[in-house]
Structure formats: structure tokens, C-alpha cells
């Protein structure tokens, strides 16, 4: 049998989850530095940014609950986006701070294969509403006139749908498939989380049907709904170029310039991850972008949203300002 260290005298079975065998009980996370003072400063840094994305995200997702002028097809696909990037975070951040200032930095089989569920879920749900969003202000600005009935709530109700549903399908279908392999030698995640291609990096055998899965997922789930982002942007802009007045057309790009912002940089750390070549993959290029795409982008994505907003901005306002009254009156 081959067996992987475990911290100090602990040893263990490498092969997971498979029926009348030994299963692999902790994986354990490779350190970021062996310098505790770098350790302690990226802990505060990225507990500074996963407060400030908790609340910035709450904030705005209880202002348009709140706020009847909000109760638009634009504002219901920012609410799900705030709702999503609060799981988005808390799926990764905890353990991930966790690890950085602990001893234990390992993590359970169980508690492995739901980080990853719940990452891929998240990850994979974003792409869908980013598109949606698109699609959203593409029939706001190329079809005007039609927009109340093309956006009915009864269709933003089914886009919201269909996007979480394919994020779950595919993230409970990747982790199924990655954890029902052997995995063997170091049981050692060279990353800060369970992340798909740092775990399949441990399992023994021919893992190339997973590495193509992904890769399939990748480029149906990741490239698809951004290629509807590009054709709706497309017709945005053949549709801005026509009008008449300049006040017109900079109204029209100013509603889509957040969203636009966000997909920059979403997208862009997304596919350098994920749809490059393995032999191109860095561990330490690969954290970095796993951090910039699971803190600073959530972290940053209210802020773009509510500084470039009157309304948001004005419901935020509404909307701290009620929490004060109560507490005053509490």
C-alpha cells in the first residue's frame, strides 16, 4: 500500500472514498511561507477584504429588497450576485484564514469535497448571471419599447433559475467525478483550498477524462455564457453608435459600465485559470489568481457597483439611515 505523511508520525491510506478500502481521513494545505510574519500579514489583508465583501454584498442586497424604486430586472440579477458572492466567500475565506495563522491547516475528505462543491457551485452560477446581466441590458438598450414584456419577471424568475441550477448540476458533477479517483504519494494540497486542479494533482492513475471534464465544463460554462456577453456588448454598441444624442449614448454605457468592469475582472482571472494550458501552471501563479478572484473581485464588486450608481447609492443611503433610526429607537 502506499501511504502519505501527515504532519509528524501520522500516516494514512491515499486511496479516497472507494468501497472495502482505507479512505484518506485529512488532506493537508501547503504553507504560504515558513516566515510567520508574511503569514500574519495576508491574514489581515484578507480578513480586511472578506469583511468588507460580506457587508458591502449585504448592504446591497438588503438596499434593493428594500428600496420598491430597486424591484427592476437589473437590480433582481445584482441582488442574486451579492447573495452569491456572500457564499462565493464564506465557501473558501474561513479555512483559508484558518490556515494562514493555525497549525491545522488540514482539511477533512468531507469538508474537501464540499469546499469544492460549493466553490465550483458559486463559481459556476456567477458566469451564468454575469450573462444574464448582459442580456438583461442588451434588450434594455436594443429593445426599448419591449423591454417590460422580454423582462418580465416571470423571465428574470427563469434565468435566475436556470443559473443556479447549472452551477449546481456542474459542481456536484466535477466533485463527484474528482473524488471518486485513488489518490496517492503527498496528500498535500499545493493551495490555499480544495480547488479543482490542485486536488486532481493528487490522485494516482490516468486522470485524463477528468482533466478533459474540466476542461469541457470550463469552456461550456466559462467561455459560453461569455461569448453571450461579448454578442450582447456587440449590440449594445451597434445599438449606442445610432442614437442621435451624445447624452443618450453616454446614458447607455454608464448603465452597463459596472457590469462590464465586474466581467473584466471576473473573467479575466477565470480564464487564465482555467482555460490555459496544464503545462503553463504555476502553483504560485495559480494562488494568486485563486486570491484575486475569491477576494479582491468579491470585495470590489459592490464597491464598483454602489460608486458608480446614483440609485444604489441612494438606496444604500435610504438604507443605513433606517438602520440608524432603529438603533436609535432600540
Excluded at 501511504?3 to 494545505?29: A, G, H, T, Y
Excluded at 501547503?30 to 500574519?40: I, L, R
Excluded at 466581467?263 to 503553463?280: E, H, Q
Aim: charged content about 10%.
Amino acid at each position: 500500500m502506499i501511504f502519505c505523511p501527515f504532519f509528524q508520525d501520522m500516516s494514512i491510506n491515499c486511496s479516497l472514498w472507494q468501497e472495502n478500502s482505507l479512505s484518506v481521513k485529512r488532506f493537508v494545505f501547503a504553507k504560504f511561507s515558513e516566515v510567520s510574519g508574511e503569514c500574519f500579514l495576508l491574514f489581515t489583508l484578507i480578513l480586511l477584504m472578506f469583511l468588507v465583501s460580506l457587508s458591502g454584498n449585504a448592504l446591497i442586497a438588503l438596499a434593493i429588497c428594500t428600496s420598491p424604486v430597486l424591484h427592476t430586472p437589473m437590480y433582481f440579477f445584482l441582488a442574486n450576485l451579492s447573495l452569491l458572492e456572500i457564499g462565493y466567500t464564506c465557501s473558501v475565506i474561513p479555512k483559508m484564514l484558518q490556515s494562514l495563522v493555525s497549525a491545522a491547516q488540514e482539511i477533512s475528505q468531507e469538508g474537501c469535497a464540499t469546499q469544492m462543491f460549493f466553490f465550483s457551485f458559486f463559481g459556476i452560477t456567477e458566469c451564468c448571471l454575469l450573462a444574464a446581466m448582459a442580456f438583461d441590458r442588451c434588450m434594455a438598450i436594443c429593445s426599448p419599447l419591449h423591454y417590460a414584456t422580454r423582462m418580465s419577471r416571470g423571465v428574470c424568475a427563469h434565468l435566475a433559475i436556470i443559473s443556479w441550477g447549472m452551477g449546481y448540476i456542474v459542481g456536484l458533477g466535477q466533485t463527484n467525478f474528482i473524488f471518486s479517483l485513488d489518490f496517492c504519494g503527498l496528500c498535500e494540497i499545493d493551495h490555499f483550498f480544495c480547488e479543482l486542479p490542485p486536488v486532481l494533482a493528487l490522485a494516482c492513475g490516468d486522470t485524463s477524462q477528468n482533466e478533459t471534464a474540466i476542461f469541457v465544463a470550463a469552456v461550456l460554462c466559462i467561455s459560453s455564457p461569455f461569448v453571450l456577453i461579448i454578442y450582447s456588448y456587440v449590440r449594445i454598441l451597434v445599438a449606442v453608435l445610432v442614437m442621435p444624442s451624445p447624452e443618450g449614448r453616454h446614458k447607455a454605457l454608464s448603465t452597463c459600465s459596472s457590469h462590464l468592469l465586474v466581467v473584466t475582472l471576473f473573467y479575466g482571472s477565470a480564464s487564465i485559470t482555467y482555460l490555459r494550458p496544464k503545462s503553463s501552471h504555476l502553483p504560485g501563479m495559480d494562488k494568486l489568481l485563486a486570491l484575486f478572484y475569491t477576494a479582491v473581485t468579491s470585495m470590489l464588486n459592490p464597491i464598483i457597483y454602489s460608486l458608480r450608481n446614483k440609485e444604489v447609492k441612494a438606496a444604500l443611503r435610504r438604507t443605513l439611515g433606517l438602520k440608524k433610526v432603529l438603533a436609535i429607537n432600540g
